[in-house]
């Protein structure tokens, strides 16, 4: 330990540079990761903040949700074995405001149940961010493909679905909008996967996989921060190969003087726990400070839960880095080191 800390105060500039780049590598990733999470909220904040459980869709619907049709007999057995079952449909659509400016929803509908907005006929409830377009409650709303009239009755926070706020409508104005009288899925709250005749299943992450645009949007970016994180294990390798390179000497010496390999891995592990933790603090705060000073309108959540896992990947993956790159020291003969010359 104390060898560790006289050579980090001894290469200072070496040092410094490792870690700013641990730091900046590492903000990056907790920024993309924030940004990961998000967009994942305002993409499909519906589905996410539902409890773990089952899907149902027609098996003909090759996995697309919104061409889903659930026949009415299957619905109202599934419906009448499963107390906390509910159907529901989703379909994205458009309303116009009071100035006659077209607002573009999701709108949703489902059978009598505590996960989603029962409305009456006539009436609407909506994402809180419809506030910000200056909709307010009591506001009259229609749809060109809708006979009657929307009054907005209500709003509900963080309910997004392909980044489109949430309509909850009545079910038969719904039917009336797409001229349809099926529902599209069967949700079953903590059910277990069970099979039904013409329905396929799917559980919570499951189902967010059928949903191109999550699909493919989440897999980008957490491509990116996983990607981020291996450059860091690399930077961790390179560093402490070339280090240890110059220290050939330095280690043949500390061996002849029967310093055992092991004292000289705890001191390199010694060096890496330092630099990181201090990046770490440091990258941790900032993308916290960004989390709550990000503009509203901006996608990004930044969870402690999330903080903590890329916080202990990140060591973990410097660990690893910083072992690979000491292999070398084990193989170090003393004499020989000497012979090639000081540190």
Request: proline residues 2%; positive net charge; aromatic residues 10%.
């Amino acid at each position: 330990m104390n060898i560790a800390w006289k050579e980090i105060k001894k290469n200072k500039v070496r040092f410094m540079i490792l870690g700013s780049i641990v730091f900046l590598v590492s903000l990056l990733t907790f920024i993309i990761s924030g940004l990961a999470n998000g967009l994942s909220q305002d993409n499909a904040a519906l589905i996410k903040d539902l409890p773990n459980g089952q899907f149902y869709m027609s098996k003909d619907a090759n996995e697309t949700y919104n061409m889903s049709r659930i026949d009415s007999s299957i619905q109202d057995k599934m419906l009448s074995k499963q107390k906390d079952a509910v159907a529901f449909s989703i379909q994205m659509g458009f309303l116009n405001d009071r100035a006659g400016k077209q607002q573009s929803v999701a709108f949703v509908t489902s059978t009598d149940s505590s996960l989603f907005k029962n409305v009456k006929k006539g009436e609407i409830v909506l994402d809180r961010s419809m506030e910000d377009k200056g909709i307010k409650i009591g506001d009259t709303l229609t749809n060109n493909q809708y006979s009657g009239k929307f009054i907005v009755k209500g709003f509900v926070d963080q309910r997004k679905f392909s980044h489109a706020p949430v309509a909850y409508i009545n079910m038969d104005a719904y039917k009336e909008i797409y001229r349809v009288n099926e529902m599209q899925l069967i949700f079953v709250p903590g059910g277990d996967s069970t099979q039904v005749a013409g329905l396929q299943s799917f559980s919570n992450n499951q189902f967010l996989n059928t949903i191109a645009s999550y699909k493919a949007e989440q897999m980008s970016l957490n491509m990116i921060v996983w990607f981020l994180v291996i450059i860091s294990g690399m930077l961790f390798a390179i560093f402490f190969y070339m280090m240890n390179v110059q220290k050939i000497g330095l280690y043949g010496i500390l061996k002849a003087i029967g310093v055992k390999t092991s004292a000289l891995f705890k001191m390199m592990w010694t060096q890496m726990l330092f630099i990181t933790v201090i990046a770490l603090v440091l990258s941790v705060s900032l993308s916290q400070v960004f989390n709550m000073i990000a503009p509203k309108g901006m996608p990004f959540s930044l969870t402690t839960d999330t903080t903590v896992q890329l916080s202990i990947v990140f060591l973990i993956i410097g660990f690893i880095g910083a072992t690979l790159s000491g292999i070398q020291i084990k193989k170090v003969e003393p004499l020989q080191a000497i012979q090639q010359g000081e540190i």
